[in-house]
């Protein structure tokens, strides 16, 4: 049964009592009991620094740039200059899929690094970042340009990116877009996300002035789509089936060349607002391409986007939309009929980066389950605004929470299912709670279009009515003897 808001309330008190007194009343602003109306919104605080201390799972300013916007560019090569362990740790992580041969035309799982060492950090790394471009140029001749994805050292003793990468630059004939993403900068990866737009709008689109590209009226460019998993393939055959041409996809499965030309769409389709809506703003303001935030998880949302989109072309691509609803109807009605009645009333809590906790939510309803929790790793409180009225009231949201909360807020809800990223999985897992990893669909996908939603259907079936869970008992729960015979 869901919660009334004084119950909610209640939880979110309980919880938090186990905090000091000042520490208490600074989380207790990020987090609250759900109003559509839009108070509750105005109420939670976000994108704020975390607490000294409390555990926290955002990601850093370096991950934003390198592991979201830039990284999945497949025709560049994006030189993390630093230590070895950040280009390791962001090297193929979040499978955004893409066509290609890698180390030939494609490189988007090769982890390129400057591997600083101790005398790096006392003399410097710019001749080193020179060096490693030129040896670079040498293996891969076909890479259409470079990133520059500075890590926490650089800021530090000041290695001057900028200065090499224009040198670089002009000397091979190539675009090199220095990255100041130093790890350190911000309160989480969502500014990683804003200066890697800024880098794309001052070293990218730039030259799209100059860029000859014959176009139609039905272009359209995809934006804020990584592709995990195949996401960005499966929007295509919706849009395409509109009679839409996608001219660009950035930045799973995208190219040098697309990212240039995208100020000649005629309309922007925006998946993940929280990391690209800084770049279609300015293409907006300053190339006149208008801009529209689209949603593909779940036949309730891909029939609104599909018909919002083709709201901005004439009656044929409206009419095209319609055939098109039709058609799909048929085949996620099939998928509904098959997995609701085995989901229907099962719990779901959400706590996810980006843009996930909102844009999920209606695909698992279209399966009869109900969200009872939802929250962000480093939302801004526009990301709230818009989340809350896509949940029912009294459902508990949370901002930034630390591990502790998570748990407690789990063992409290008593979920069938959470969704949530690769540091939480195996918490969860090992308490005996299905669980999903919905930063990048646990090795499946894709989750979005048509042909997707099938896919997270069956995953969502597969994991909570899988029998082990029923068998599971934490080790806090066991008794001492079963205890003393598993570790004999």
Same mark, same amino acid.
């Given at each position: 049964?869901?919660?009334?808001?004084?119950?909610?309330?209640?939880?979110?008190?309980?919880?938090?009592?186990?905090?000091?007194?000042?520490?208490?009343?600074?989380?207790?602003?990020?987090?609250?009991?759900?109003?559509?109306?839009?108070?509750?919104?105005?109420?939670?605080?976000?994108?704020?620094?975390?607490?000294?201390?409390?555990?926290?799972?955002?990601?850093?300013?370096?991950?934003?740039?390198?592991?979201?916007?830039?990284?999945?560019? !497949?025709?560049?090569?994006?030189?993390?200059?630093?230590?070895? &362990?950040?280009?390791?740790?962001?090297?193929?992580?979040?499978?955004?899929?893409?066509?290609?041969?890698?180390?030939?035309?494609?490189?988007?799982?090769?982890?390129?690094?400057?591997?600083?060492?101790?005398?790096?950090?006392?003399?410097?790394?710019?001749?080193?970042?020179?060096?490693?471009?030129?040896?670079?140029?040498?293996?891969?001749?076909?890479?259409?340009?470079?990133?520059?994805?500075?890590?926490?050292?650089?800021?530090?003793?000041?290695?001057?990116?900028?200065?090499?990468?224009?040198?670089?630059?002009?000397?091979? &004939?190539?675009?090199?877009?220095?990255?100041?993403?130093?790890?350190?900068?911000?309160?989480?990866?969502?500014?990683?996300?804003?200066?890697?737009?800024?880098?794309?709008?001052?070293?990218?689109?730039?030259?799209?002035?100059?860029?000859?590209?014959?176009?139609?009226?039905?272009?359209?460019?995809?934006?804020?789509?990584?592709?995990?998993?195949?996401?960005?393939?499966?929007?295509?055959?919706?849009?395409?089936?509109?009679?839409?041409?996608?001219?660009?996809?950035?930045?799973?499965?995208?190219?040098?060349?697309?990212?240039?030309?995208?100020?000649?769409?005629?309309?922007?389709?925006?998946?993940?607002?929280?990391?690209?809506?800084?770049?279609?703003?300015?293409?907006?303001?300053?190339?006149?391409?208008?801009?529209?935030?689209?949603?593909?998880?779940?036949?309730?949302?891909?029939?609104?986007?599909?018909?919002?989109?083709?709201?901005?072309?004439?009656?044929?691509?409206?009419? !095209?939309?319609?055939?098109?609803?039709?058609?799909?109807?048929?085949?996620?009605?099939?998928?509904?009929?098959?997995?609701?009645?085995?989901?229907?009333?099962?719990?779901?809590?959400?706590?996810?980066?980006?843009?996930?906790?909102?844009?999920?939510?209606?695909?698992?309803?279209?399966?009869?389950?109900?969200?009872?929790?939802?929250?962000?790793?480093?939302?801004?409180?526009?990301?709230?605004?818009?989340?809350?009225?896509?949940?029912?009231?009294?459902?508990?949201?949370?901002?930034?929470?630390?591990?502790?909360?998570?748990?407690?807020?789990?063992?409290?809800?008593?979920?069938?299912?959470?969704?949530?990223?690769?540091?939480?999985?195996?918490?969860?897992?090992?308490?005996?709670?299905?669980?999903?990893?919905?930063?990048?669909?646990?090795?499946?996908?894709?989750?979005?279009?048509?042909?997707?939603?099938?896919?997270?259907?069956?995953?969502?079936?597969?994991?909570?009515?899988?029998?082990?869970?029923?068998?599971?008992?934490?080790?806090?729960?066991?008794?001492?003897?079963?205890?003393?015979?598993?570790?004999?």
């Amino acid at each position: 049964m869901s919660m009334n808001k004084s119950e909610t309330q209640a939880l979110i008190d309980e919880v938090l009592d186990v905090f000091p007194e000042v520490a208490k009343a600074d989380r207790a602003k990020h987090v609250s009991v759900n109003d559509p109306s839009g108070t509750s919104s105005k109420c939670i605080t976000s994108n704020r620094k975390s607490l000294p201390g409390v555990m926290t799972v955002r990601g850093c300013a370096y991950a934003g740039s390198k592991g979201v916007v830039w990284g999945p560019v !497949k025709d560049m090569i994006h030189i993390s200059h630093g230590p070895v &362990g950040c280009g390791q740790y962001s090297r193929a992580g979040r499978r955004n899929y893409y066509t290609g041969t890698t180390g030939v035309d494609s490189f988007g799982t090769m982890n390129f690094t400057t591997d600083f060492q101790e005398r790096d950090i006392v003399f410097g790394g710019d001749k080193k970042l020179s060096a490693a471009i030129d040896e670079l140029e040498g293996l891969f001749p076909l890479s259409k340009g470079y990133s520059v994805q500075s890590e926490c050292p650089v800021g530090l003793i000041g290695d001057d990116i900028e200065a090499v990468s224009k040198i670089k630059g002009e000397d091979i &004939g190539k675009t090199i877009v220095p990255v100041r993403c130093e790890g350190f900068r911000g309160v989480s990866q969502s500014l990683g996300h804003h200066i890697a737009n800024d880098t794309i709008r001052d070293h990218v689109l730039d030259k799209s002035d100059d860029i000859e590209f014959e176009t139609t009226p039905y272009d359209v460019a995809i934006i804020g789509d990584y592709n995990i998993g195949g996401d960005a393939w499966s929007s295509r055959i919706i849009l395409e089936d509109m009679g839409l041409r996608v001219i660009a996809q950035w930045s799973g499965d995208g190219t040098l060349p697309e990212m240039e030309k995208t100020p000649k769409a005629k309309l922007n389709l925006v998946h993940c607002y929280r990391s690209m809506n800084y770049i279609v703003r300015h293409m907006e303001e300053h190339h006149g391409v208008p801009w529209v935030e689209y949603n593909l998880f779940g036949p309730t949302k891909i029939e609104e986007s599909m018909r919002k989109i083709a709201e901005y072309f004439d009656d044929t691509i409206k009419a !095209k939309t319609e055939e098109t609803i039709a058609r799909y109807r048929e085949q996620w009605q099939a998928v509904i009929d098959k997995y609701r009645p085995r989901l229907t009333g099962k719990k779901v809590m959400l706590y996810v980066g980006g843009l996930r906790p909102r844009h999920i939510i209606g695909a698992y309803e279209d399966l009869g389950m109900e969200i009872v929790g939802a929250g962000y790793e480093f939302a801004h409180n526009d990301d709230y605004v818009k989340t809350t009225p896509e949940l029912k009231e009294a459902t508990l949201l949370f901002d930034d929470a630390s591990s502790y909360e998570l748990e407690a807020y789990v063992k409290k809800l008593n979920p069938d299912l959470v969704g949530s990223g690769v540091k939480e999985k195996y918490v969860f897992q090992k308490m005996g709670f299905p669980f999903r990893q919905m930063h990048s669909w646990d090795y499946s996908g894709p989750y979005h279009g048509v042909d997707g939603f099938a896919i997270f259907a069956r995953d969502m079936d597969l994991t909570i009515n899988n029998p082990c869970w029923s068998k599971m008992t934490p080790p806090w729960l066991q008794e001492e003897s079963t205890l003393l015979a598993e570790t004999a």
